[in-house]
């Protein structure tokens, strides 16, 4: 995506690049997340988690088409992954 930016926007130095890059976590995520983004100069966005304390693809995914269309660029998305063997789900939260 960055490097698709890069050739539309030849003139955007690393500066203008940094300053559109955008992550996502759910709301519930750790606060070190939020620190790692304001120590890269990037923006996090924290999304709201469903009754289960777990990030929804349809927020992720409605959050993405939202910061596309103001010309940022989505890079990251903080999430943890529950396997379980007995089961057939797995989710992401």
């Not at 606060?31 to 777990?54: C, F």
Request: hydrophobic content about 40%; charged content about 25%; some cysteine.
């Amino acid at each position: 995506m960055t490097q698709t930016k890069m050739r539309a926007h030849p003139d955007w130095k690393d500066s203008d690049i940094i300053a559109n890059l955008v992550g996502y976590c759910s709301d519930q995520a750790h606060s070190s997340v939020e620190r790692a983004g304001l120590l890269g100069g990037v923006t996090i966005r924290g999304l709201p988690a469903d009754d289960s304390y777990k990030l929804r693809g349809d927020a992720l995914e409605a959050a993405i088409e939202e910061d596309l269309k103001k010309g940022k660029i989505p890079f990251y998305v903080s999430f943890w992954m529950e396997i379980n063997p007995f089961n057939e789900e797995t989710f992401i939260g």
